[in-house]
């Protein structure tokens, strides 16, 4: 059996251990005593060097603890292990930050947690509650940092399961248990690394709320995260702020107005551009020259049909014996518009080619639209129609 260091002493790194076995490739090692933490409990393993090797992995097999190395270790019996002390931290400081937020959720809301998870750049619990509001969330983030500014201590004890503990959350675990307490607010069944008092947390960030299946899952970070995270959003903020030429403050207020300035603008944009789409289909039928049939045509070939495409054509089939005929590139595609008295009933024209071309489309007599599938087969519509 591994005696675990960490379960006394959080803040040992730095220890000296026998070899009690270690896999055929020597890679895999296992001490009599270590001080490095194996991924447990949503905590993450400990990183640091055994031997001078880096350990890439600590794995909890119950009894033992397995130390997975980059490199084989050689016959020594005994090593020196040193655990890397600021990622221990920083998980200490996640770690007990999550006992703090479920302990202040359950005395301000009695919302209990049902899970944690420790990430590498952000942290989360899962909640009992369908919702949770801002307030709410304002109310946990204040207490939480009221609770870091009071430093309590927080301990680590033992004592038999079967007792009343008067545990937060209560223990699937039986026989002895490890018992941490944050003075006169919360004690947890839990085998992970705690700092020595509440002031160590540092700040406390609350973030992202999301819910999931029937949970709310709580973003939050603690210590230098929650630092570095803050000066990141001020950064980012700050970049916005400098586009609008304002004070940070004042930018949701201008990025609300902006959107919807662009929004009334975009409706004008789109009312000129069917006048002028309309107009020019007045124009282009004026400017038509009759052929030997009497039918003014107009053959337009455009990047792509648009809205105001349809506009035009129909202002051009306005007019007497008309036919408007309009090829899209991307995607391949074709309009065909046409007056009542130009003898051609666009819809029945043209969706017989559309099928001969393995394109698809419709309409009615006046307007019929389809696409094809290459620009080769639009060719041979158009080709076909103005042939006729
Ligand atoms: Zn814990």
Redesign the pocket.
């Known amino acids: 059996m591994t005696d675990r260091l960490y379960y006394n002493d959080s803040y040992l790194t730095e220890f000296r251990a026998d070899v009690i076995d270690a896999g055929p490739e020597r890679t895999r090692v296992y001490l009599d005593r270590t001080a490095f933490y194996p991924s447990s409990?949503g905590?993450p393993f400990d990183r640091g060097t055994l031997g001078g090797r880096a350990v890439i992995d600590v794995i909890d097999e119950e009894d033992r603890i397995a130390h997975v190395l980059e490199q084989p270790i050689e016959g020594s019996s005994q090593v020196a292990g040193s655990v890397d002390w600021a990622r221990r931290f920083d998980h200490m400081q996640q770690?007990?930050g999550?006992?703090l937020l479920s302990a202040v959720l359950l005395e301000l809301f009695s919302i209990p947690t049902v899970s944690f998870h420790l990430g590498a750049q952000s942290s989360t619990i899962d909640v009992a509650v369908a919702e949770l509001d801002s307030r709410q969330l304002l109310a946990v983030e204040e207490r939480a940092n009221s609770l870091v500014f009071e430093n309590r201590p927080v301990t680590v004890e033992y004592g038999q399961a079967s007792d009343d503990l008067g545990l937060r959350k209560a223990t699937q675990r039986t026989g002895t248990i490890r018992l941490?307490t944050i003075s006169g607010l919360d004690r947890?069944a839990?085998?992970?690394t705690?700092v020595r008092a509440t002031g160590e947390i540092g700040p406390v960030l609350l973030r992202k709320l999301d819910k999931m299946r029937g949970n709310v899952r709580i973003e939050f970070l603690c210590g230098l995260r929650a630092v570095r995270q803050a000066r990141a959003d001020y950064n980012g903020l700050s970049a916005v702020a400098r586009i609008f030429g304002a004070p940070l403050e004042d930018t949701p207020t201008l990025a609300l107005a902006q959107e919807e300035k662009l929004r009334d603008t975009e409706k004008q944009r789109k009312k000129v551009a069917a006048d002028l789409a309309h107009m020019r289909g007045r124009q282009r039928y004026l400017e038509a020259v009759p052929d030997s049939a009497g039918l003014r045509w107009a053959v337009l070939r455009l990047p792509a049909l648009t809205e105001d495409t349809r506009i035009e054509a129909q202002s051009f089939t306005v007019g007497e014996k008309s036919v408007f005929l309009a090829a899209g590139e991307n995607p391949p595609s074709i309009l065909l518009a046409t007056s009542k008295d130009s003898g051609i009933v666009a819809g029945e024209r043209l969706k017989p080619l559309l099928a001969a071309s393995g394109g698809r489309g419709g309409g009615n007599a006046a307007l019929a639209q389809g696409s094809v599938s290459s620009i080769k087969d639009l060719e041979f519509v158009i080709r076909t129609l103005t042939s006729a």
């Open positions: 409990g905590q770690h007990t999550q006992h941490v947890s839990c085998g992970g705690h």
